[in-house]
Protein backbone atom coordinates (compact mmCIF):
# COMPACT_ATOMS: atom_id res chain seq x y z
CA UNK A 1 0.00 0.00 0.00
CA UNK A 2 1.13 3.70 -0.92
CA UNK A 3 0.40 6.44 0.79
CA UNK A 4 1.64 9.71 -0.46
CA UNK A 5 0.90 13.38 0.49
CA UNK A 6 0.00 15.65 -2.29
CA UNK A 7 1.15 19.66 -2.63
CA UNK A 8 -0.37 22.03 -5.51
CA UNK A 9 0.46 25.55 -4.90
CA UNK A 10 1.58 26.42 -8.31
CA UNK A 11 -2.00 28.76 -9.21
CA UNK A 12 -3.85 30.97 -6.35
CA UNK A 13 -5.33 27.41 -5.62
CA UNK A 14 -3.32 26.15 -2.33
CA UNK A 15 -4.33 22.50 -2.15
CA UNK A 16 -3.10 19.19 0.11
CA UNK A 17 -4.58 15.89 -0.87
CA UNK A 18 -3.48 12.47 1.15
CA UNK A 19 -4.10 9.16 -1.87
CA UNK A 20 -3.62 5.62 -0.90
CA UNK A 21 -2.80 3.46 -4.55
CA UNK A 22 -3.39 6.35 -6.46
CA UNK A 23 -6.99 6.77 -4.69
CA UNK A 24 -7.64 10.61 -2.64
CA UNK A 25 -8.39 9.81 1.00
CA UNK A 26 -8.44 13.47 2.05
CA UNK A 27 -8.09 16.72 0.41
CA UNK A 28 -8.28 20.26 1.86
CA UNK A 29 -7.60 23.30 -0.71
CA UNK A 30 -8.74 26.81 -1.07
CA UNK A 31 -8.71 29.50 -3.76
CA UNK A 32 -7.59 32.93 -2.32
CA UNK A 33 -4.76 35.49 -3.69
CA UNK A 34 -1.53 34.91 -1.09
CA UNK A 35 -2.53 32.38 0.90
CA UNK A 36 -0.03 29.61 0.34
CA UNK A 37 2.76 30.73 2.94
CA UNK A 38 0.16 30.68 5.71
CA UNK A 39 -2.18 28.24 5.11
CA UNK A 40 0.33 25.70 3.27
CA UNK A 41 1.12 23.93 6.49
CA UNK A 42 -2.08 24.36 8.05
CA UNK A 43 -3.99 22.14 5.42
CA UNK A 44 -1.41 19.69 5.76
CA UNK A 45 -1.80 18.95 9.73
CA UNK A 46 -5.56 19.19 8.79
CA UNK A 47 -5.80 16.26 5.75
CA UNK A 48 -3.41 14.63 7.83
CA UNK A 49 -5.85 14.76 10.55
CA UNK A 50 -8.35 13.92 8.71
CA UNK A 51 -6.82 10.21 6.92
CA UNK A 52 -5.82 9.84 10.74
CA UNK A 53 -2.42 9.06 9.77
CA UNK A 54 0.97 10.37 11.49
CA UNK A 55 4.25 11.32 9.42
CA UNK A 56 5.83 8.17 9.66
CA UNK A 57 3.05 6.12 7.63
CA UNK A 58 3.26 8.62 4.54
CA UNK A 59 5.80 6.73 1.44
CA UNK A 60 6.29 9.63 -0.58
CA UNK A 61 5.76 13.40 -0.63
CA UNK A 62 4.33 14.70 -3.73
CA UNK A 63 4.46 18.21 -5.45
CA UNK A 64 3.28 19.92 -8.60
CA UNK A 65 6.44 20.91 -9.90
CA UNK A 66 5.16 23.49 -11.93
CA UNK A 67 5.11 25.67 -14.13
CA UNK A 68 3.37 28.34 -12.46
CA UNK A 69 3.62 31.39 -9.50
CA UNK A 70 6.92 31.65 -8.95
CA UNK A 71 6.31 32.45 -4.88
CA UNK A 72 3.49 29.96 -4.98
CA UNK A 73 5.76 27.18 -6.32
CA UNK A 74 8.93 28.08 -4.17
CA UNK A 75 6.47 27.61 -1.00
CA UNK A 76 5.18 24.62 -1.84
CA UNK A 77 8.33 22.69 -3.04
CA UNK A 78 10.11 23.90 -0.45
CA UNK A 79 7.96 22.67 1.94
CA UNK A 80 7.91 19.42 0.09
CA UNK A 81 11.64 18.92 0.62
CA UNK A 82 11.75 19.69 3.94
CA UNK A 83 9.28 17.75 4.20
CA UNK A 84 11.17 14.75 2.35
CA UNK A 85 14.39 15.42 4.65
CA UNK A 86 12.78 15.45 8.04
CA UNK A 87 10.99 12.06 7.08
CA UNK A 88 13.45 10.59 5.06
CA UNK A 89 11.00 10.11 2.37
CA UNK A 90 10.99 9.91 -1.10
CA UNK A 91 9.97 13.16 -3.36
CA UNK A 92 7.78 13.16 -6.22
CA UNK A 93 7.24 15.85 -8.78
CA UNK A 94 4.53 16.34 -11.37
CA UNK A 95 3.91 18.70 -13.91
CA UNK A 96 1.59 21.22 -13.24
CA UNK A 97 -0.47 21.09 -16.43
CA UNK A 98 -0.16 16.97 -17.06
CA UNK A 99 -2.04 17.11 -13.62
CA UNK A 100 -4.53 19.53 -15.03
CA UNK A 101 -5.06 17.46 -17.88
CA UNK A 102 -5.72 14.14 -16.32
CA UNK A 103 -8.23 15.65 -13.47
CA UNK A 104 -10.19 16.72 -16.37
CA UNK A 105 -9.91 13.63 -18.40
CA UNK A 106 -10.49 11.32 -15.08
CA UNK A 107 -14.07 13.61 -14.70
CA UNK A 108 -14.53 13.14 -18.46
CA UNK A 109 -14.05 9.61 -19.34
CA UNK A 110 -15.79 9.62 -22.65
CA UNK A 111 -14.22 12.81 -23.93
CA UNK A 112 -12.12 11.70 -27.21
CA UNK A 113 -10.62 15.49 -28.31
CA UNK A 114 -7.70 17.54 -26.99
CA UNK A 115 -6.91 19.13 -23.87
CA UNK A 116 -5.03 22.28 -23.24
CA UNK A 117 -4.39 23.16 -20.31
CA UNK A 118 -3.78 27.22 -19.24
CA UNK A 119 -2.44 28.93 -16.26
CA UNK A 120 -2.53 32.21 -16.87
CA UNK A 121 0.88 34.17 -17.23
CA UNK A 122 -0.18 37.80 -16.81
CA UNK A 123 -1.61 40.13 -20.02
CA UNK A 124 -2.54 37.34 -22.88
CA UNK A 125 0.57 34.93 -21.95
CA UNK A 126 -0.39 31.58 -20.96
CA UNK A 127 1.87 28.71 -19.53
CA UNK A 128 0.17 25.79 -21.70
CA UNK A 129 0.82 22.56 -23.34
CA UNK A 130 -1.83 20.23 -25.23
CA UNK A 131 -2.46 16.60 -24.67
CA UNK A 132 -4.47 13.78 -26.00
CA UNK A 133 -7.32 12.26 -24.69
CA UNK A 134 -5.25 9.64 -23.69
CA UNK A 135 -2.80 12.04 -21.64
CA UNK A 136 -0.03 11.64 -24.48
CA UNK A 137 1.79 14.78 -24.88
CA UNK A 138 0.90 16.31 -28.49
CA UNK A 139 2.55 20.22 -27.74
CA UNK A 140 5.31 20.44 -24.87
CA UNK A 141 5.02 22.83 -21.93
CA UNK A 142 5.83 26.40 -23.30
CA UNK A 143 4.75 30.01 -23.16
CA UNK A 144 2.50 31.22 -25.69
CA UNK A 145 1.27 34.74 -26.46
CA UNK A 146 -2.74 34.26 -27.76
CA UNK A 147 -4.10 35.81 -30.24
CA UNK A 148 -7.24 35.62 -32.49
CA UNK A 149 -4.89 33.02 -34.60
CA UNK A 150 -4.09 30.92 -31.63
CA UNK A 151 -4.54 27.32 -32.21
CA UNK A 152 -6.19 27.78 -35.41
CA UNK A 153 -4.82 24.63 -37.00
CA UNK A 154 -5.41 22.38 -34.48
CA UNK A 155 -8.96 23.66 -34.16
CA UNK A 156 -9.48 22.24 -37.80
CA UNK A 157 -8.94 19.14 -36.88
CA UNK A 158 -9.75 18.54 -33.40
CA UNK A 159 -12.37 18.88 -30.60
CA UNK A 160 -9.96 21.26 -27.77
CA UNK A 161 -11.32 21.80 -24.27
CA UNK A 162 -9.15 24.90 -22.74
CA UNK A 163 -9.23 24.75 -18.96
CA UNK A 164 -7.50 26.48 -16.03
CA UNK A 165 -7.45 30.02 -15.62
CA UNK A 166 -5.48 30.99 -18.42
CA UNK A 167 -8.22 29.63 -20.83
CA UNK A 168 -10.87 32.12 -19.36
CA UNK A 169 -9.18 35.04 -20.25
CA UNK A 170 -8.43 33.60 -23.59
CA UNK A 171 -12.21 33.01 -24.30
CA UNK A 172 -13.01 36.29 -25.61
CA UNK A 173 -10.30 36.14 -28.50
CA UNK A 174 -10.56 32.01 -29.71
CA UNK A 175 -13.75 32.14 -31.14
CA UNK A 176 -14.19 28.38 -33.01
CA UNK A 177 -16.95 26.24 -32.77
CA UNK A 178 -14.37 23.26 -31.84
CA UNK A 179 -13.22 25.06 -28.76
CA UNK A 180 -14.87 24.75 -25.52
CA UNK A 181 -14.04 26.31 -22.69
CA UNK A 182 -14.26 24.45 -19.12
CA UNK A 183 -13.57 26.33 -16.34
CA UNK A 184 -13.78 23.87 -13.31
CA UNK A 185 -10.75 23.82 -11.14
CA UNK A 186 -8.33 21.03 -11.60
CA UNK A 187 -5.48 22.79 -10.27
CA UNK A 188 -6.31 20.39 -7.03
CA UNK A 189 -3.80 18.15 -5.60
CA UNK A 190 -6.22 14.95 -6.09
CA UNK A 191 -5.98 15.40 -9.98
CA UNK A 192 -2.17 14.14 -8.74
CA UNK A 193 -3.22 11.21 -7.46
CA UNK A 194 -3.27 7.96 -9.84
CA UNK A 195 0.25 10.05 -11.67
CA UNK A 196 1.93 10.41 -8.07
CA UNK A 197 1.33 6.63 -7.50
CA UNK A 198 2.22 5.45 -11.03
CA UNK A 199 5.34 7.61 -10.41
CA UNK A 200 5.96 6.32 -6.88
CA UNK A 201 5.50 2.36 -7.78
CA UNK A 202 8.51 2.80 -10.81
CA UNK A 203 10.60 4.75 -8.39
CA UNK A 204 10.37 7.65 -10.26
CA UNK A 205 11.72 10.03 -7.72
CA UNK A 206 13.75 13.24 -7.55
CA UNK A 207 16.93 14.43 -6.50
CA UNK A 208 15.65 16.19 -3.00
CA UNK A 209 18.77 18.29 -2.78
CA UNK A 210 18.75 19.80 -6.45
CA UNK A 211 15.33 19.55 -7.25
CA UNK A 212 14.23 23.07 -8.10
CA UNK A 213 10.66 24.42 -9.26
CA UNK A 214 9.98 24.54 -13.37
CA UNK A 215 9.65 28.03 -13.40
CA UNK A 216 9.36 28.14 -17.34
CA UNK A 217 10.28 32.03 -17.21
CA UNK A 218 12.39 34.06 -14.94
CA UNK A 219 11.15 36.06 -11.81
CA UNK A 220 11.18 39.64 -13.06
CA UNK A 221 11.27 41.61 -9.88
CA UNK A 222 9.41 44.69 -9.60
CA UNK A 223 9.45 48.16 -7.35
CA UNK A 224 6.58 49.76 -6.94
CA UNK A 225 6.04 52.89 -8.39
CA UNK A 226 5.98 56.57 -5.93
CA UNK A 227 3.59 58.35 -5.26
CA UNK A 228 3.47 61.72 -6.33
Do not use: W
Not at 80 to 91: I, N, S, V
Not at 124 to 152: N, P, Q, R, W, Y
Amino acid sequence: MSTILQIETATPVCSVAISVNGQTIALKEEKAPNIHAASLTLFIEEVMKTAGLTYDKLDAIAVSKGPGSYTGLRIGVSTAKGLCFALDKPLIAINTLKMMANGYLLQHANFGGLVCPMIDARRMEVFTAVFDHHLGEIEHTHAKIVDDKSFVLELQGHFISFIGDGAEKCKAVIDNPNAHFNLENFNSASCMSNLAFAAYEVKNFEDVAYFEPFYLKDFVFTTPKKKA
